[in-house]
């Protein structure tokens, strides 16, 4: 088939929820919950799926998208609010978190305190919801309604047909909102709590809006379709803990046991379970179990967290993962075009300079073998770069642990580098926090890797004395081109060569522009970049003075493939290929040399390049 | 400082667990235990630390080799091994795994079933022991101490003064046996259960043993410092539930939402805690709180926790990390050396043949992303390439993951290729099961990523019919270092040119070699390698009839960096670097042409090695 032919084809995921609710679908034990009279209304039949990855792919099918009222799935995320509004130990003053192995309708007061033992029991959701800020009961519910807005990323309304049913027949959760006000759970009339308690549960969702919302605790706390922001992160932990100690009433334990993903579940047949770091799914089928919990419902989750192996306490080690690549300054060194004697110090001397490229997430558990590594290796480590380009995420206990590798290098007088680190703005922070005054002078930070190596191989090459002063012009007759030209043959070029001058940051070569000319370098130094942008280039290679560029385009004869820019005041010598390709006849003595010389330069850039392709391959 | 002098620093994780063991040393609340009176001995200012990464690495401090009894933290082990003898299923029927919210020593057995409540109070524990199959009390024993040894790494041993003092006082544990064999949960006499019990809790340990053991949890059941398996990975997720929802006695709850790992502690003052896949804590001080923890083990937890972020729920989006790099056949192509003509259609066909670098631990949630991003890419792909070099494990619900993608591109005839597999042998061992008869025509494996390659672009270049067919001789006039040159030139070279035969296998060059002659390809291929050891060997480069090789040694005068080996039957005329120089005065015409044709043959080569270094980088 042709390239260009159009193909769409469905995931594998799609089709498989597909299959499971195809399976499912058959099953019709249990019975819709008709405690509220206005949820017996629901029609046995629907059924929808949906799971949501952590990274914001959403795969429906069935009934997704069929509206149904939240009920108890509301109490985790207005739990999670609660804790923004007041903190940990002041929402656990009131609410305990230990389960109970109750039934969610019971009433489960801590003896002597009168704290309900969890916020996933009615008695529990009710002090919660209590502790929800506004200074009205319309402030209160229009923050209840925002809040669930950001974590299904849409905006969503109560069921006011259920929210009515609800409260004409919520006796039972009237009485527990006096006994929590006995008990001073409550400080002031429970009944507006109450209320808002009927409310939070009429919120009307989809499956849809399950897995998404699901998928939001997934990526702690940041909705992955939307961006934005539903709780803060600090805080997810403590909402999928009673989530996955209390919230499928008394099957909670033989759940995690089995499904292992904390999960919430509601009487009008919704189910919602988190695997933190992964995925969210959103079930909805209003036919219950004798523990209020949709028969659907589990069976689905069952079988996913059993396809896809998806139990949260069934982990594989990371392993070494956070270091993508170790090398030395030996084997791949800086885009700075070294002299052959800088080049030859270097290939010995630059094995002290040792690269970490570090990726992922940066946590307590990757960093650790990411410390490990450089001090089993600090013998030979003169100076170290960290390398955070692909690094995705770095948490504080991290850069702690980066801090102490630094502080110790540090007391040895070893460097520690840091590339790519301007996306991750706590590094810098906490170094900044931790270094005080010694910030500037230790945390050395660079652009990229390849400045961060430039940078080593210059103290390497200064301390060794082998470094060619930057700054100094050279002669013709240090022209590595020029390399064995008799005074005559230097002459005779010097006939041919026509000099220039560039400013700092002139443009001296376009890429796309015809090749008509071979630049000696007599002083300064140029760099090439892959583009004008100068917050997207790259640094393809730095020439300095002694040394040709843009010959490769005159030997090939293809247009400039990169642009050139002079670094500092430049001088260079200018060749046409016109008086290049005349020498054939003219002097085809000097010719030979200077193609020999300018082979012998492509050699060493090809062998350079294949040793650095050996490293990253 | 120099290179050579030797430096040794204490690792930053040390230090800190150094400074919590000096802070939490002051803690002198709690008391010993003394209910077994043999407890009652322990010195209360015993104090040690330990905490193992799930790669193996072992920190530990103060008295970590401080013998002392397991007491209850022997349960989730037991339960493990009871899981390994009777499955999940019988487990679950004898003994539930609902939290009480009661305390260790309560009875909590199922109304109806007499099933206790869960393995981790002592009525479930004794029922657990009771499924230790064994002929005799002594084998029953011996596996217990043997399965106790493979997760500590080393050999262990009842403590019998303690095991006496259990014995002599157990009449609680006694009664409890009775009554569960009085539901039928224990079916036979219950003493000698009931004593294997009391062995069990008095198998000696320290806390660097509780480290390892925990390190082995997170490990998925294979002990990362022995590398020996201590439990069938599939039921670990099984016992870190229990230790999760009811491992803290009635404090789990609170335990979990604080602290978040799966956990178990014994009255002897030991704490376990374990955060899967990546690390394991052991913490042993003797003054227990009113519930029965060890108060500093307790503060220990809590700090580590808090202070490195461990919680289990506290997840970041692992993202696309399993996709370490993507690029098409355009920008990398395979080490097989193609003609100009050939470089030119893969430069353009080559953008249909798509790599996948993958990394890490395939699971379903990071599959789903490589599925995504293939799908996405679908319309442009005409060749996949799954390369797994960096994949550390696989799971059979990313196999299928990955099974369904080939067998949907399969349908619109792309074929799917799969590079570095025979370290993963779950993949073969899928696909053959799923294939059946179709294996062999669909499951194209290959070595590596560069053999994958050169097989893609073999097809793209028949099918654009600009394949030069492999096994044709060529005529001098075709040598590519002769383009331009002249019938009376050819006829000059050819008289320089010596013609040797090599058959299929035979070492042309050897690395090391001095460099003294180019050779010209006439007919077959020859291809260059990094080592002559035909397992780790890796083709840097192929070339064929028509090219030169050898070249660049002749131009640097380095030794020969690489051997160089016939594919098949070969035909080389070889130039002597001799006869090559004195071309310089014999015929500069002749070596002006030839310095400029392999110029332009190691632009191209730098140009493809720039290229991709560009896409590694």
């Given amino acids: 088939m042709s390239a260009t032919e159009k193909v769409s084809l469905t995931s594998p995921i799609l ?54 009222t939240i009920q108890s799935i509301s109490k985790p995320f207005v739990y999670g609010l609660a804790l923004e509004d007041h903190g940990r130990s002041h ?45 009205s009961a319309a402030t209160r519910q229009r923050r209840l309604l925002e809040m669930f807005g950001l974590y299904a990323g849409r905006e969503v309304a109560l069921d006011e047909a259920v929210y009515r049913s609800e ?40 499956a849809r809006d399950l897995g998404i919302m699901a998928a939001t605790l997934a990526n702690r706390g940041i909705n992955p379709v939307t961006g934005k922001q539903a709780i803060r992160g600090e805080y997810v932990e403590s909402v999928l803990s009673v989530m996955g100690s209390c ?57 996913i967290s059993r396809h896809c192996d ?12 956070a270091i993508r690549l170790k090398f030395t300054g030996a084997e791949v060194g800086s885009n700075r075009v070294r002299t052959p004697a800088e080049a030859r110090t270097l290939s010995q001397l630059g094995r002290g300079i040792k690269v970490f490229q570090l990726q992922g997430n940066l946590t307590f558990t990757t960093t650790e073998a990411i410390v ?39 007391e040895v007088g070893k460097p520690v580098l840091f590339a790519h680190t301007s996306r991750l703005l706590l590094i810098r922070r906490y170094f900044k926090l931790k270094l005080g005054d010694r910030f500037e002078q230790r945390f050395h930070a660079f652009e990229d890797n390849d400045l961060a190596l430039e940078w080593c191989e210059d103290q390497v090459l200064e301390k060794a004395q082998a470094r060619r002063p ?74 300095s003075a002694g040394m040709v560029f843009g010959e490769m385009a ?28 005349r020498l054939d006849s003219t002097n085809p003595g000097i010719k030979i040399k200077l193609l020999q010389n300018l082979s012998l330069g492509l050699c060493r850039r090809l062998r350079v390049a294949n040793r650095k392709l050996s490293v990253y391959d």
């Fill in 247 to 303: 919230g499928m009433y008394d099957y909670a334990g033989e759940w995690m046991y089995k499904i292992g993903m904390p999960a919430k579940s509601g009487v009008s047949g919704g189910i919602l379970a988190v695997l933190p770091g992964q995925l969210g799914i959103g079930v909805f089928s209003p036919l219950l179990d004798a523990r209020g919990n949709s028969v659907r419902g589990i069976s689905v989750c069952d079988a």
């Fill in 470 to 543: 930057a700054s100094a012009a050279v002669s013709f007759a240090d022209y590595e081109l020029f390399e064995n030209f008799t005074e005559a043959e230097l002459k005779a070029m010097s006939e041919l060569l026509q000099r220039r001058s560039h400013r700092a940051g002139e443009v001296i070569i376009n890429a796309g522009d015809p090749a008509s000319e071979i630049y000696f370098l007599a002083q300064g130094s140029v760099s090439v970049f892959t583009s004008p942008d100068i917050e997207t280039r790259k640094r393809l290679a730095t020439f």
């Fill in 372 to 410: 490990r590594a450089v001090l089993d290796d600090v013998d030979t480590i003169e100076f170290l770069i960290l390398d955070f380009k692909r690094v995705q995420t770095i948490n504080e206990s991290a850069c702690r642990l980066l801090y102490l590798v630094l502080d110790k290098l540090a």
């Fill in 554 to 581: 005159a030997i090939d004869r293809a247009p400039r493939s990169a642009m050139i820019v002079a670094d500092s005041e430049v001088v260079c010598d200018v060749l046409s290929l016109e008086d290049f390709e």
């Fill in 167 to 206: 409260s004409e027949t919520g006796h039972r959760n009237r009485a527990i909102g006096h006994m929590l006000r006995n008990f001073d759970i409550l400080t002031s009339d429970p009944i507006p709590s109450v209320e808002l308690y009927f409310q939070q549960c009429s919120v009307s969702v989809t």
């Fill in 15 to 68: 089709d498989y929820l597909q299959s499971l609710h195809q399976s499912f679908a058959s099953i019709t034990d249990g019975k819709v919950a008709t405690y509220i009279p206005e949820l017996g209304k629901a029609n046995p039949d629907w059924f929808g799926i949906c799971l949501v990855t952590a990274t914001g792919n959403v795969y429906e099918v069935g009934d997704s998208q069929q509206p149904f």
């Fill in 310 to 321: 998806l139990h949260l306490l069934n982990r594989q080690s990371a392993g070494r993962s």
């Fill in 91 to 135: 929402v656990l003053s009131k609410v305990s978190a230990e389960p109970t192995g109750d039934a969610f309708n019971s009433i489960s007061l801590e003896p002597g305190t009168g704290r309900p033992r969890n916020p996933m029991i009615n008695a529990g959701a009710i002090a919660t919801t209590a502790l929800i800020e506004g200074k």
